[in-house]
């Protein structure tokens, strides 16, 4: 079957750096994507990741390693309002999303 | 601004009723999904169209329906809504490498 693991919850300080992991098993690869979701709001586009290696966006980086199946989100210089949950979702083969249950980040000052 | 709009951010109905929610996108996307999400179950499929009269039914499509007439517009339909059904409603619609959502509808049914 398919399926999307990453960690149910993560606890950082505000200012630090925090890595949130992502490893997939699908029916093929046709990218992969990071959304970031404040609680009652809808899910926000954070990056996309087709190649393996590492894309870089401000405070977020995003990395792939598709040999791997493996993904992470890095977040520098954490502010309180990156507090919040983080889905990982892979295109498989299909064009379909898969999605992972979503990492909820808390930051403390 | 591209973006996907929803008829309505909350709604209260009562079991029984007929709900449709309305999703429209403005970036000719082929695709368009139907998610509903509760807490600690994540983002679950309810059903996609991958073309205008195109539907596939998702993980969880028991009691819903939809419709795609036009490309840039699709319902969700509740035949008669059950307090199970309570939840956030999530249209989505993508092309390669974008996927765009719009803001929710939490729906409540009484």
């Known amino acids: 079957g398919q399926n999307i693991d990453q960690p149910t919850e993560m606890t950082a300080t505000e200012g630090a750096i925090v890595q949130i992991n992502c490893t997939y098993q699908t029916s093929g690869f046709n990218g992969l994507f990071w959304y970031q979701q404040h609680a009652g709001e809808a899910p926000t586009f954070l990056s996309y990741n087709v190649l393996d290696g590492l894309e870089e966006k401000g405070r977020f980086s995003s990395f792939l390693s598709r040999s791997k199946g493996y993904s992470y989100l890095l977040l520098k210089e954490l502010q309180m309002k990156d507090s919040a949950s983080y889905l990982c979702a892979v295109m498989d083969s299909n064009y379909q999303l898969i999605w992972g249950a979503g990492t909820k980040l808390i930051i403390k000052p | 601004d591209v973006k996907v709009t929803q008829s309505s951010r909350y709604l209260v109905k009562r079991t029984g009723e007929k709900v449709f929610l309305e999703c429209v996108q403005d970036?000719?996307?082929?695709?368009m999904f139907w998610y509903r999400q509760d807490p600690g179950l994540g983002l679950r499929l309810i059903y996609f169209?991958?073309?205008?009269?195109?539907?596939e039914k998702g993980d969880i499509p028991e009691g819903y329906s939809v419709s795609r007439e036009k490309k840039e517009r699709f319902s969700l339909i509740l035949e008669s809504a059950s307090t199970n059904q309570t939840s956030m409603y999530l249209c989505?619609?993508?092309?390669?490498?974008?996927?765009?959502f719009g803001p929710g509808t939490r729906l409540t049914v009484t």
């Open positions: 989505a619609s993508s092309s390669a490498g974008q996927v765009l």
């Open positions: 970036m000719d996307h082929e695709n």
């Open positions: 169209s991958y073309d205008v009269k195109m539907k």
